[in-house]
């Protein structure tokens, strides 16, 4: 099973950089491999804070899991959503944890917790950054980040998530030891804020893929640091928690669509191709990063 499983994720990794390839062919791109290589490391500390919230919400459990092997079970994860279906990346996380004495439900359920709360912080980061900074499709913008907030924010607070995961578990009865996840508010209240900053650090990634294209100066000229920062963080935001409600292997075609559609306007007279090449060198740089 376990062979099965890895080769349907190099099959799905290598098909997606095998696409981003022949996109990037379409550019004359000549990035600062430093810069690229700052975008990686900022993706994956972002991530980190997701990882961190998972491994708090199994210890609301009672599991006792390891923290390397967390990280390594939620990094090898996400090279599970570039598979059509998405449900191998919680697959390959349980699956990991059950070395470490993580019951199947426990990582199952808390992963799926930690997918929501990621999705929730996401859309509410963006929608605070939008009520305090104007961009072009405010408005529209807006209306799509309130509705993300509202239905990720309903199935992530504490009592529904314990719902869910008793419902979930239910019908394996003894099978899954009967589990359920007992989330707790301060572990939900806590994991949001660290992901909240995650968010941001994943916004400094896409900063660091502009400068690596020599790209950033329109945005800072227009919004300042703060400003610039926080408009990078909203783009990357909406654009992954759009991609994951697409249910398309790795969100692949509206997560791009929907960065160079918020991000073109602000970019000058060249914005969009600016932004397409910008959504592709960053596409590669977190999938190397994931598999890194």
Same mark, same amino acid.
């Given at each position: ?27 004359? *791109? ?54 059509? %279906? ?16 993580? %019951? ?36 529209? *913008? ?34 899954? %030891?009967?589990?359920?996840?007992? =989330? ?25 893929? *502009? ?5 950033? =100066? ?44 918020? *991000? ?29």
């Amino acid at each position: 099973m376990r062979v099965v499983i890895a080769l349907a994720v190099i099959a799905g990794v290598g098909r997606r950089i095998w696409l981003e390839r022949a996109e990037l062919a379409a550019y004359n *791109l000549r990035p600062a491999p430093s810069w690229l290589a700052a975008s990686g490391a900022a993706y994956l500390v972002g991530l980190s804070s997701c990882a961190a919230f998972w491994w708090m919400a199994m210890r609301d459990r009672g599991a006792r899991p390891r923290w390397p092997r967390t990280f390594a079970a939620y990094f090898a994860g996400h090279l599970g959503k570039y598979v059509p %279906g998405k449900g191998l990346v919680v697959v390959i996380r349980a699956g990991m944890m059950r070395d470490s004495g993580v %019951g199947a439900a426990t990582a199952a359920i808390t992963c799926v917790h930690e997918t929501v709360l990621m999705m929730a912080t996401g859309s509410l980061v963006a929608l605070a950054i939008l009520l305090a900074i104007d961009v072009p499709y405010r408005g529209y *913008l807006l209306v799509s980040a309130g509705a993300l907030t509202a239905g990720f924010g309903f199935l992530a607070i504490p009592p529904i998530a314990t719902h869910l995961g008793r419902l979930a578990t239910k019908p394996f009865g003894d099978v899954m %030891g009967a589990e359920s996840h007992a =989330s707790r508010w301060s572990t939900v209240l806590i994991g949001a804020a660290m992901i909240a900053v995650g968010w941001i650090v994943m916004g400094l990634s896409l900063g660091a893929v *502009l400068i690596a294209l020599d790209e950033l =100066s329109p945005v800072g000229d227009q919004f300042g640091v703060a400003g610039a920062v926080g408009l990078l963080t909203a783009v990357v935001a909406l654009a992954t928690v759009g991609g994951f409600v697409s249910m398309l292997p790795g969100g692949f075609g509206l997560r791009e669509w929907i960065l160079v559609e918020t *991000l073109a306007p602000v970019l000058g007279s060249d914005g969009v191709a600016v932004a397409a090449a910008a959504a592709v060198v960053l596409r590669v740089v977190w999938i190397l990063a994931e598999g890194a």
